[in-house]
């Protein structure tokens, strides 16, 4: 009896799937909106106002381009996206460059010192921005740096180093150390068995490294928003709700703002996330 | 014979040899960026507390605890602690329930899952900044006879024709849209580290109860439960601080409106500190979150070392 | 080839004592074993050799010169370690080409140094997979061939077969041993496997909490054993130790066999044995049990097959050892003392 099997099956499943149906909607509902904003006409956005016959969840009018243009040609959507890979990249460097010898030193070199060591590092990846943007913003100040995005280089790297250190000290421990020894005892140095047998080792762990700082730069808004006030300086998170928001809200342009800076971000950091959550729990899965 | 001809040439580079030497030698840039940008601001913060400084002015005077004195003597200072209270833990405890919830559901594998996971964690990983922006224009913040939710809300007869629901001009539904956003971007985040938790779980050990004859709840409550307890705690902790110490939602829904009443310490210290200048009293706003990342700090040190005896 | 010494080599890692005092003088060419059971500091006393730990105290000597202060690249040493370490990023040829780039040779000669190695250990065919792509075998001679492509003046193997199947481990254990001898480089090698000590090493040095207890030839080590430790930790089963007149008498189990196969004439010392229980292993009855008479004391007998006398559970035997079998030690300082006079 095919129709007893499939109501069966439904039964079992059926709640599952309702349960999954709604959370998805939940989650995914403003990304849905943000993208039907992005290609609706002026006139089909703006008619909901007065018609609650006239269904907003559908292209009443054919779906345009309009939107996406304006934001290219009409707004400074292109400087924030140069002014947040410039940060960007420099930030990836800078943690690369100060977090691989600190998670290295930390796994290999510090023993049982290094535990704890490693520990506190990662503790301070919990101080908010929120308690430091004031003197910050002070230091800032000092160094000449306010209104620069050299201000936001020097800055960012307090929130990926730590987290970044402690990443790749997982990383590093998780490659026997016979290898590296090998490589000792074939004629290279300490650094040069990590050059030539660690790092090649451990290329996964670098390019998470590289994608979460970038990911956390492009998220990152109160210190862009406390050092920044120039439109031309902005970043991408910063610059969109900030500078593209004005009396009348043009909605259109603002939500292909959105909509484009986000889910390349999105899909970046979840090809990685099994590697962050590992991050984010540390011991306690093993545990 | 050849090693020791090579002895003197290479003499120097027997220092990188030395771990004594080399760890402290690569770590170091990192403890002294941590020294430099977040223990001496730390310290700063403390010290601009206790003064008068105002941004543009580098001279600050001494104040003693009068800073203080006035957020003390400010009721949208306690406002913005209630709030702070508030937002933080409903939206915790909201989150921690609809996590469970989702992890068990996400534990069962069926087909498209990699996409529903996908989709689910979208709030997570977009900027939330943007994001909150978009929540802004699906609520109708800004506007709301523009408001999809009003809309929805009327077709299925939950609010009539002439009702309208102005979301950020009114204190309770600004603050109910608020915790919405809250909830919505931690959702995902306590999910996953739930699941990994839930997956961590040896096989083994369920079926050893299940052999000992435990039932499902007894299973649920003498062995999911405690195992994952330390996974619990890190989603909690790690929410804790994400949501407490968090000013980009507030700011840019209602930038603490209507009339300040939804201003968290964050969003106050910023808006005291950065916007009015007040870098001193700013200061002394965001030194009440301090507490809070030490009880976080300690929790989260308790269960590394529990781990680590494990 | 060069000399490998060690004088009064210690070291502590914190209160531990791992290796505490050693003096170990490995002949150029030789084949010494490390043999003690875990955390004797057998593996710590080759990584001090190999320049992987820092001593505490006393001083290293590779072809008579200190090399306490040198790293392990230039102590002109080669090292397999129980994983093999394997570059697993690499093709076997690379790794085995690993230490010859680290020199910083020319291609040509890397390509007929490594050429060379492979096809002393068979495995030409192999050269270009990786690591993963080779069974356990195979990986162990890929380890060989970049120890030796370098012609270093030491090998130094840690329990290099740990890691394979019984089965190949026999084959292995041939064939390593006839490959040193071939080359003739003075190899130092770690294992917790008696049989492999045995079998293998010109001499074997036993190590039990940080302390050489015994270096010897192979027969020595079991004919003749320091003191108890090596009396007890090398054999299976263990030789037999019974408390008699203020000393230890040892015996090992296959000496103690029942009186009527020994000829008359021979100087027999025999006991009364009750025997507990017997295992039937194939080529050998265990038989196990306790000698009756003032003190009860567990002993263990082993019987080949060709003694094919009856033997019940629950029953009492006569049984004996030859005199020149027994062992004294001293109670006190578990010491061999002189035979009985």
Known sequence: MPTARVLRWLRSRFPLYVLIFLFVAFAAFPFYWMTITTFKQDEDLFHVATDSKYNPYRFNLPPTLSHLKQLIFETPYFTFLRNTLFVGLLVVAITLLISVPAGYSLARLLGRWGEQLGIGIFLTYLVPPTLLFIPLARLIALLGLSDTLWSLVLIYPTFTIPFCTWLLMGFFKSIPKDIEEQAMVDGHSRLGAILKTVLPLSLPGLLTVVIFSLTLVMQEFVYALTFINAVGKMTLSLGVPIALVHDVYRWGPLMAAVLISSIPVAILYNLFLDRFIAGFTGGAVKG | MEAAREIPRARYRYLLDRERLLGPLLISPAIGYILLLIGLPLLLAIYLSFTNAISGQLSAQFVGLKNFQTILADPLFFQALKNTFIFTSISMLIVLILAKVLALTLLKSFPGRPIVRFLILLPWVAPISLTTLSWDWVLGASNATLSTINWTLRAVGILGPQDWIWWTSYTTPAMAAIILIQVWRLLPFATIILLAGLTSIPQDIQDAATVDGAGFWRRLFEIILPLMLPIVAVAVLFGIIFTATDMTVVYILTRGGPYNSTHVLASLAWQRGIFGGQLGQGAAIAIFLFPLLLIVAFFMLRLARRTEVA | ?341
């Open chain 3, 1 to 341: 080839m060069a000399i490998v010494e060690a004088r009064d080599l210690k070291k502590y890692f914190g209160k531990v004592r791992a290796v505490d005092g050693v003096d170990l003088f490995v002949q150029d060419g030789e084949f010494l074993v490390l043999l003690g059971p875990s955390g004797s500091g057998k593996t710590t006393l080759m990584r001090m050799i190999a320049g992987l730990e820092q001593p505490t105290a006393g001083e290293i000597l590779i072809g008579s010169q200190v090399v306490n202060n040198l790293p392990p690249r230039v102590r002109k040493i080669a090292m397999v370690f129980q994983s093999y370490a394997l570059y697993p990023h690499k093709t076997a040829f690379d790794n085995i080409a690993f230490p010859l780039r680290a020199q910083g040779l020319g291609l040509k000669v890397i390509y007929e140094k490594v050429n060379w190695a492979a096809n002393l250990l068979g495995i030409a065919h192999l050269l270009r997979r990786k690591p993963r792509e080779l069974s356990g075998g195979e990986r162990q001679r890929v380890a060989l061939a970049r120890a030796i492509v370098r012609e270093p003046s030491v090998f130094l193997l840690d329990e290099p077969l740990s890691n394979l199947d019984a089965k190949l481990r026999h084959a292995a254990r041939d064939e390593l041993k006839r490959f040193q001898r071939s080359i003739g480089t003075t190899t130092i090698y770690v294992t917790h496997d008696q049989i492999e000590a045995m079998g293998l090493g010109d001499r074997i040095a036993i190590m039990n909490e940080g302390k050489v207890r015994q270096i010897g030839t192979p027969y020595e080590i079991y004919h003749e054993p320091a003191d108890t430790f090596v009396a007890t930790f090398v054999g299976t089963p263990p030789m037999n130790l019974i408390a008699r007149a203020e000393r230890l008498i040892g015996f090992r189990p296959e000496s103690f066999l029942p009186k009527e196969i020994y000829n008359a004439h021979e100087d027999l010392v025999s006991f009364s044995f009750h025997v507990r229980r017997v295992e039937h292993l194939g080529s050998d009855r265990l038989l196990y049990g306790s000698l009756t008479g003032k003190e009860e004391s567990p002993v263990i007998a082993k019987l080949p097959l060709t003694v094919s006398i009856p033997i019940q559970e629950g029953g009492n035997y006569e049984f004996a050892v030859r005199q020149r079998d027994l062992k004294f030690f001293s109670p006190q300082t578990s010491q061999r003392t002189e035979e009985e006079s």
